[in-house]
């Protein structure tokens, strides 16, 4: 028995040379398993969480991304939605205003007022969930804002 | 001495002949002209040829003269400190081409531009086994360092190599690693072994922090390697003390402290990741072996030790600590060549130490050769832009 598990422990070490030439010549395959088969998902207090809303406002579109208040176990009572604004044609208007209903709910939550050439924005609250405004994002030729909420489930 | 003993001793004193060490070392020869290239061929731009050249002569003959004279960190530390001066020579330069600058922005953090690093993974698994989400702003898939690719390769090295990734591996150790070479002795001999706990305890700090905030808190706060790799714009009083802390560790840790002491004190008393993959010595299938028949207890490993892996009673056990690296510092220095290293769970007598030294070389200096092989040949071929052109960025 001990002679036999020596040598499954020898064939454990003579595998280390494959696994290691796998592991490079087979990364991208072996990475797109592991994304796939697990299911991971980049944080969406990095990404801004996922788009659920496209408002076409000719000139540009609005990008609406679904709140985020995600924690490990539960939610958090603060969070975020971002508003992202894309030019249709090749810059955006000097000056955007913007009312928002982030929740869907009929209301609008929220008026934006942005300045994309000095890249600041003003944000007017409408619903008491809203609690205020990160900085401007430039992102290419588009902008990105993150606006601060209350979690109402909390 | 039994004919098995005087057999072995004779594999781990004696150089091989010239013939037995081109035979051995064919493999990798082949091999690493494959990983270099990439399976590609041949590029048709002479400097790149140039550079590929240097490099694949470079990386063999380092691993010849490794077969040749049995010695391991003696050679293994010229490739891993070329590794870590050519990593940085090749990020920075590539960064400052992609973005201008070495700091990265709240929009690089927001469309998920940061390259993944390994110091990153003992972070993000309890989130990612939890809720499926990785708390780094990087690329799952796309683009340089993606987070699926750089999860594999430390998968692969901690299947194969344990702990051997920071010795064999990591981009970073090798910086360390030179400054603790500097100086023939060290200034600061008495260090007080407790301190290598220290790790641990900054691997449970950041887990949970990390957990609690959703952000790689050891990234955000603490990582001295940020200093030549990227970091974040100064904007507010808190970025600018993230600044000085991260600049303070690097130049205390990975500069100052490694020269007065000889060891690698970023791996020994902070690095979280190497804590965590001290861990994967446990699934991995090598380990550093001490005769105690033949060990005279001069405790010449415990000195030489760069991660504070030998004591008293890893010498009493016969084996390393946990947290052994594998660099092989102790198996070259050991006086009477008490150290070796063998596969767990097998005897000391089956099979020769020499034998089970090439079964750990191939995987681990294949693993250093990819790994590190495209940075220094992006760094060559950087240097000879240099040399032609006058410029080093392009």
Redesign the interface.
């Known amino acids: 028995m001990k002679y036999i598990g020596s040598i499954l422990r020898y064939l454990w070490a003579l595998l280390a040379f494959p696994i290691v030439l796998a592991t490079f010549i087979g990364n991208g395959y072996w990475a797109e398993k592991l994304i796939a088969i697990t299911g991971l998902e980049i944080s969406p207090w990095d990404t801004g969480g996922e788009i659920v809303q496209r408002i076409d406002q000719g000139h540009y579109l609005i990008l609406l991304h679904r709140p985020v208040f995600d924690g490990i176990i539960w939610e958090r009572k603060n969070g975020f939605v971002q508003v992202d604004w894309k030019a249709t044609g090749e810059v955006l208007p000097a000056i955007i205003n913007d009312e928002i209903d982030y929740d869907c709910d009929g209301t609008k939550d929220f008026q934006i007022r942005l300045d994309t050439e000095k890249n600041k924005a003003d944000l007017i609250a409408l619903s008491p969930d809203v609690t205020g405004l990160e900085r401007v994002y430039k992102l290419g030729n588009g902008r990105a804002v993150r606006v601060l909420l209350k979690n109402k489930r909390k | 001495m039994s004919n098995l003993e005087l057999s072995r001793k004779t594999i781990e004193t004696a150089t091989r002949k010239p013939w037995q060490t081109f035979l051995i070392a064919l493999p990798m020869l082949l ?1 690493s002209l494959m ?1 270099l290239t990439g ?1 590609n061929g041949l590029g048709e731009d002479p400097r790149e040829l140039i550079a590929l050249l240097i490099t694949y002569v470079f990386v063999n003959t380092i691993f010849i003269l490794m077969v040749h004279t049995g010695k391991i960190d003696k050679y293994r530390s010229i490739l891993f400190i070329t590794y870590a001066v050519c990593f940085v020579l090749w990020f920075i330069p590539n960064l400052i081409e992609a973005r201008g600058s070495m700091n990265y922005t ?2 690089d ?4 531009k940061i390259p993944f690093c390994h110091m990153v993974t003992p972070m993000i698994l ?3 086994v ?12 796309e683009g340089f360092a ?4 750089m ?3 430390w ?3 901690s ?3 344990g702990r051997g990734f920071c010795s064999w591996g990591c981009f970073y150790g090798g910086l360390e690693d030179g400054f603790s070479r500097l100086k023939k002795k060290p200034v600061l001999k008495k260090i007080n072994p407790k301190w290598r706990y220290l790790p641990y305890a900054v691997l449970l700090g950041v887990v949970l922090t990390s ?2 905030t ?2 790689p808190t050891y990234c955000v706060w603490l990582c001295p390697f940020k200093a030549v790799t990227e970091f974040e714009k100064v904007t507010s009083v808190l970025v600018l003390i993230q600044t000085i802390i991260f600049a303070s560790l690097f130049v205390g840790l990975v500069i100052v402290l490694p020269l007065l002491t000889k060891k690698r004190t970023q791996c020994s008393f902070l690095c979280p990741m190497g804590a965590f993959q001290s861990f994967t010595n446990k699934i ?3 380990e550093i072996r001490i005769d105690r028949e033949k060990c005279s207890n001069c405790k010449v490993c415990i000195n030489v030790c760069p991660t504070f892996s030998m004591d008293e009673a890893s010498l009493a056990e016969g084996k390393a600590n946990l947290s052994c690296t594998k660099c092989g510092k102790c198996i070259d220095r050991c006086p009477k060549k008490a150290i070796s290293l063998g ?5 000391p007598k ?2 020769t130490s020499g034998g ?1 030294r090439l ?2 070389l ?2 681990a200096y ?2 250093l050769v ?2 590190g092989g495209g940075m220094i040949q992006d760094a060559v071929n950087r240097v000879l832009l240099l040399l032609s052109t006058g410029k080093f960025i392009q």
């Open positions: 091999f990983m399976g709240s929009e953090i927001i469309q998920g309890i989130p990612a939890l809720k499926r989400m990785i708390i780094f702003p990087g690329s799952l898939m993606s987070i699926g690719g999860l594999i390769i998968l692969g090295a299947l194969a190599l957990m609690a959703l952000s991995d299938p090598f596969v767990k769970g097998t005897s089956c099979g089970v079964i750990f191939y995987p294949m693993f990819t790994f």
